[in-house]
């Protein structure tokens, strides 16, 4: 089991999936416990000598800014605010963009400028370790003062409150706590503040997505090169001199990941009888790889926040400051996250449209991919499961982020609908999953009306792994338990299993 020591130092996406992936735990290093330290010493004096009002520290939160607050109501006001802000409504987040919320929170009130205590950062560090995963819920947050509601209900288990799952079972948290031997925190000033303050909700799901996203990106250059084999397309659009002329990089490695793909294969350097292939598989390196640069700039969006300081109002006890600002705001994470939904749309968009041609019936492919067409339907309907989850990712993709309501009479006047806009682009994800598995169903049927042994090293040892779990169909069948057999080929292998696309 691997420690990993919270700093202030930056975390990448490869630090953050390991993290996650692997049974790792999380201590709190030296340089992090100083500077918590030296913040909350910092808060406790001020509050001691500055008679001035400290936002949401001797104040009321949002409209109410202006209410003071006896010093003696200080903790009350705290624990107040995180049980009155848990107002989350719908389907429970998963469990492991949770873990990634904590993890998130964790790493942001580390840096020292939040006020938090050591011994409340540590008690979210213990639910980490011990895969204590409170229950949130995936509506109520506007992605404006960040993702209060989500994140209060992250909270509420360190009160005693709400409910936890622990050991795959939802429980009442105090049950937990006491099983433990933790007492129930009493929250100092400021603290339900820095704990619910943030924008943790949309960056997990963010990042959470972006891992998996970068997968699927390179499955999706997978199955549509098995669809180009399939039907019998032209590898001179993946020319590398075509995409240099025009400088993209998502373009350019594309073009490269066919290259190798497809590399070793006669059937892609046979002559063909057509001179051009239909957008669907002439187009993929623009098309594909206009959504892998939408992925590398939204990693670089989301790489920083999940390294950000993100609650409010910010302590800077080096400068003697007390800044009540906005970067709690969820707009840098709502453009991208919509920017990000529509990317992976597009993904599963050429997909389909390469499965509409596979069962079109041309280029000597039967018609729906079956030897008897008529008597059997064999591949029609899939394809219409693809359109329909395609036409469900457009709906998805209409922007959350166009949309404000005012709130907190009208203090809160410019709302980012991040929260949203995260929601929705999980689901976009699911989808494509879903949309390329359809996909390499169908052109790995379609492969067997071909000499398939004469297709790239590459391809055959995807279609024999492949082979094994989903078979050739040859009469009608079932065909819901073959797709979803398919789904999970694609969710339980990374594609760099069948090339390093890094070479």
């Known amino acids: 089991m691997s420690v990993h020591h919270i700093s202030p130092d930056k975390i990448t996406f490869d630090q953050l999936e390991n993290i996650l992936k692997e049974d790792t735990r999380l201590a709190l290093s030296d340089k992090a416990k100083d500077l918590v330290k030296g913040c909350r010493e910092y808060l406790d004096n001020k509050i001691k000598t500055q008679k001035e009002p400290i936002y949401g520290v001797t104040t009321g939160f949002g409209s109410l800014c202006n209410h003071s607050i006896s010093p003696d109501d200080l903790s009350q006001l705290q624990k107040n605010l995180v049980v009155s802000h848990a107002c989350g409504t719908g389907e429970e987040v998963p469990r492991e963009i949770v873990r990634l919320m904590l993890f998130l929170k964790i790493q942001s009130l580390s840096q020292g400028h939040s006020g938090i205590r050591v011994e409340t950062l540590e008690r979210l560090i213990d639910f980490f370790n011990q895969d204590i995963i409170p229950v949130v819920y995936t509506q109520g947050s506007l992605g404006a003062s960040g993702d209060l509601a989500p994140l209060a209900h992250l909270s509420l288990p360190l009160l005693g409150l709400g409910e936890v799952y622990y050991h795959g079972k939802k429980r009442n948290a105090a049950e937990v706590l006491k099983e433990q031997g933790w007492n129930i925190l009493n929250l100092a000033s400021k603290e339900g503040l820095a704990l ?103 990693s670089g969006v989301f790489e920083k926040e999940v390294n950000a300081v993100t609650d409010n109002p910010t302590l800077f006890p080096e400068d003697d400051m007390v800044i009540s600002a906005g970067n709690f705001h969820g707009q840098p994470l709502a453009l991208a996250l919509d920017f990000l939904a529509i990317a ?160």
């Not at 993946?238 to 373009?251: L, N, S």
Request: hydrophobic letters at 40%; one cysteine or more.
């Open 344 to 503: 992976l749309a597009e993904l599963g968009n050429i997909s389909e449209r390469r499965v509409y041609r596979l069962i079109s019936g041309t280029r000597k492919l039967p018609s729906f991919l079956v030897a008897n067409p008529g008597l059997n339907s064999g591949f029609m309907i899939p394809q219409y499961t693809a359109a329909s989850i395609v036409s469900q990712n457009k709906q998805l993709c209409t922007p959350a982020s166009i949309d404000s309501i005012e709130s907190s009479q009208g203090q809160e006047d410019h709302v980012s609908m991040g929260a949203n806009g995260a929601v929705k682009a999980l689901k976009v994800l699911e989808n494509l999953e879903k949309l390329l598995a359809i996909e390499l169903f169908n052109a790995s049927q379609a492969m067997g009306f071909r000499e398939a042994d004469k297709t790239s090293p590459i391809l055959k040892n995807l279609l024999d792994q492949f082979r094994e779990k989903v078979p050739f169909i040859e009469n009608d069948k079932m065909m819901y338990r073959e797709m979803e057999k398919a789904r999970q080929f694609i969710a339980e292998r990374n594609p760099k299993t069948f090339l390093d696309f890094s070479s």
């Open 196 to 298: 619910l303050n943030g924008t943790q909700f949309m960056a997990a799901y963010g990042s959470w997505i972006l891992i998996r996203a970068f997968d699927l990106s390179l499955w999706a250059d997978l199955t549509g090169a098995l669809s180009l084999e399939a039907f019998d397309g032209r590898i001179e659009p993946f020319f590398d001199v075509v995409h240099q002329i025009r400088h993209h990089r998502g373009q350019i490695e594309t073009a490269r990941h066919f290259r190798l793909i497809l590399e070793g294969s006669d059937l892609i350097v046979q002559k063909k009888k057509h001179v051009q292939d239909p957008y669907s598989f002439r187009c993929i390196p623009q098309v594909h790889g206009a959504s892998k640069d939408t992925l590398f700039y939204v």
